[in-house]
Nanobody, 123 residues
Framework: QVQLEDSGGGLVQAGGSLRLSCAAPGRTLRSYVMGWFRQAPGKEREFVAAITWHGGSTYYADSVKGRFTISRDVVANTVALQMNSLKPEDTAVYYC????????????????WGQGTQVTVSS
């Protein structure tokens, strides 16, 4: 069992930046692929980005490519999502998630989840 804690959400104006963080206190993340998902009101949860722990390979949804960057800190055992050039349509609850599979973008393939952090982008 992996318990994830995500944080860093907030309110920002369009064009601004936020950095989300995900930690797993007491548990190493080195066996996992770490991902970020988001869910806007009235919409399904959607894949945002993922990163392998070993090697740091990344994969992004087309909607965030070039604006968001996922990274991991192997010493601190954390994963971050740097979000730049934010748009109102990026408003959602963002979730950190973990899986042992690579290149999976459906939430069902991620067994472990954080509690979510709200990101609101005002126009």
């Amino acid at each position: 069992q992996v318990q994830l804690e995500d944080s860093g959400g907030g309110l920002v104006q369009a064009g601004g930046s936020l950095r989300l963080s995900c930690a797993a206190p007491g548990r190493t993340l080195r066996s996992y692929v770490m991902g970020w998902f988001r869910q806007a009101p009235g919409k399904e949860r959607e894949f945002v980005a993922a990163i392998t722990w070993h090697g740091g390979s990344t994969y992004y949804a087309d909607s965030v490519k070039g604006r968001f960057t996922i990274s991991r800190d192997v010493v601190a055992n954390t994963v971050a999502l740097q979000m730049n050039s934010l748009k109102p349509e990026d408003t959602a609850v963002y979730y950190c998630a973990a899986t042992t599979e690579w290149r999976v973008v459906t939430e069902k393939r991620y067994p472990y989840w954080g509690q979510g952090t709200q990101v609101t982008v005002s126009s």
